[in-house]
């Protein structure tokens, strides 16, 4: 059953097999559409008593036929029909207007499929936002986090973050979005960076990069983002950003007591084995650790 059909028939609550039913499970907005009919349920129209009033319309028609004016008849009735629109109007205001959200939790990636068929893949703890149902009038992303974007050939929409917008035609790009750390690699087309009234335009193989409101421009060789393969790659990296990334692939917190954290870090860690991985940026730091559940604590040598 195709996509359109299986939604129609869950807002019509119409009895789905169970196929269907994991079927509409699986789609990547299941949560909003299950949002959307909770909210929708708990609206509740002002109170009016609709058979109050006709019977009451019923003895003005009977006792005022000869005096009253047809303006008072439509005012009641206007006033009952006023109801039932108030209530369909908020109905689908709430459905056509509320947006998709995906987030992704510690340590969890996912992938997305826009509705024009580009591919959005989600890094750890990052969230997207945008308006489904109305894609083709207002083809906006908000970004929170990092994600690698593939955008189908001869789609543009754009990406925004509270430091920048990257504009896309047909191309492949990633962006990175963290505390005082805004990122843009492009690896294949061209993307435009908005940012503070200014404009880039970015090449495959080009990189861009505000740190802590410092502008730098550099080249990249990879054809994706590292990231997708399980690993972070960092050059010249404040440390305290590897141990926040290190935070959000693991799931754990990290106890850095009078370490330099402004200390630049050139290196990698594996998403997939946190003992090779905490060795990875701790070694070159001269750093030792103590792993306690799902606490790391680090301190010199």
């Not at 499929?113 to 908000?142: C, F, G, M, T």
């Not at 035609?169 to 805004?182: A, P, Q, S, V, W």
């Not at 503070?196 to 983002?225: H, R």
Request: glycine share 2%.
């Amino acid at each position: 059953m195709k996509e359109k059909d299986l939604i129609k028939k869950w807002l019509n609550n119409a009895q789905l097999t169970h196929t269907e039913l994991e079927a509409f499970k699986n789609l990547n907005a299941y949560n909003s559409y299950v949002r959307i009919s909770d909210t929708a349920k708990k609206f509740k129209a002002p109170d009016y008593e609709i058979e109050f009033h006709l019977e009451d319309l019923k003895t003005n028609l009977t006792e005022n036929k000869s005096t009253s004016s047809p303006k008072q008849y439509i005012t009641i009735l206007t006033r009952v029909a006023a109801v039932f629109i108030i209530g369909i109007s908020t109905y689908f205001a709430l459905f056509y207007r509320a947006n998709t959200t995906i987030d992704t939790l510690a340590s969890q990636k996912t992938t997305i499929e826009l509705p024009d068929h580009s591919i959005v893949k989600l890094n750890a703890l990052s969230s997207i936002e945008y308006q489904e149902k109305k894609w083709d009038d207002n083809r906006k992303i908000k970004l929170k986090g990092e994600a690698y974007f593939k955008v189908a050939r001869g789609k543009k929409f754009d990406v925004e973050t509270s430091s920048g917008t990257v504009s896309v035609l047909g191309t492949e790009f990633n962006i990175k979005h963290r505390d005082h750390y805004f990122e843009v690699i492009c690896y294949e087309g061209l993307v435009s960076v908005s940012y503070d009234n200014n404009i880039v335009k970015l090449p495959a193989g080009k990189t861009f990069k505000i740190l802590k409101n410092v502008i730098s421009k550099g080249e990249s060789n990879v054809i994706q983002p590292d990231w997708i393969e399980n690993k972070s790659v960092f050059s010249s990296t404040p440390y305290s950003h590897i141990l926040k990334e290190f935070e959000r692939q693991y799931n754990i917190t990290i106890m850095a007591n009078n370490i330099d954290q402004n200390k630049l870090f050139t290196g990698n860690f594996v998403h997939s084995d946190i003992q090779t991985a905490i060795q990875s940026i701790t070694i070159p730091m001269r750093l030792k650790y103590k792993i306690n559940d799902n606490n790391i604590t680090l301190y010199k040598e």
